[in-house]
């Protein structure tokens, strides 16, 4: 059975603090992660990650996959309140990219 | 816009009785998804689709059920609701093709008393 776990479940930070989010998982055939961002309502893109060691960027948020230690992790630098979400982790596998897992999710606040 | 529609955006639902949520894409990805999210469990899933006309089973199907009858559109169906049931059903697809991202409609918030 696959599986997406990401530590920690939930985080404090204050404004400017650098946070880093953690994503492990096990899957049979991997293709693809990616990371979402959970505000209010649907989820929203952030990153997808197929090569390991090659950073993704936008702006304060970066992303890097370790395909040899089966996980990957989100930076934020200088957080501010707008960055308080439910960070979600999701991990594609199978021979047809149908199936995506999600881990139970990162919830972080942000506080001035 | 494109992107996906899902309907209601939120229900009241007596325990017994039949539901179905809506949900239509006009991207014409192929594949699409049903989700439930709950706190501490996150998103899981329920039914999913690869293509028109087929159907799987996810994580958590019992109580629900799915069709595909066409591209754009992905019904959930609850036949008779109960309370654990109560709960934010997101729609999704993709164009697996592409390995690309998984598009999110809105969500339904759905209680079941």
């Known amino acids: 059975e696959d599986k997406v776990v990401q530590s920690p479940l939930s985080l404090v930070v204050h404004e400017g603090d650098t946070v880093t989010l953690n994503c492990s998982y096990e899957?049979?055939?991997?293709?693809?992660l990616l990371w979402y961002k959970q505000e209010k309502k649907a989820p929203t893109f952030l990153f997808m990650l197929t090569s390991s060691g090659i950073e993704k960027k936008s702006g304060r948020l970066s992303s890097i996959l370790d395909k040899k230690e089966l996980f990957s992790i989100l930076n934020i630098t200088a957080t501010q309140t707008g960055d308080s979400a439910i960070y979600l982790c999701a991990v594609t596998s199978g021979a047809g990219s149908y199936q995506l897992t999600f881990g139970k999710g990162t919830k972080l606040s942000v506080i001035p | 816009i494109a992107g996906i529609t899902q309907a209601p955006t939120s229900q009241i639902l007596a325990a017994g009785r039949r539901m179905t949520l809506r949900c239509t894409q006009d991207m014409r990805h192929n594949a699409m998804y049903w989700y439930r999210q709950d706190l501490g469990l996150g998103l899981r899933l329920i039914h999913y689709s690869n293509t028109a006309g087929t159907t799987g089973k996810g994580e958590v199907p019992d109580g629900y059920s799915v069709s595909r009858a066409n591209t754009d559109d992905f019904p959930l169906t609850l036949a008779s609701a109960v309370p654990s049931q109560t709960s934010v059903y997101f729609c999704?697809?993709?164009?697996?093709?592409?390995?690309?991202?998984?598009?999110f409609g809105e969500g339904s918030r759905l209680t079941v008393l």
């Open positions: 899957v049979t055939n991997f293709r693809s």
């Open positions: 999704a697809s993709r164009d697996t093709s592409k390995t690309g991202e998984l598009f």
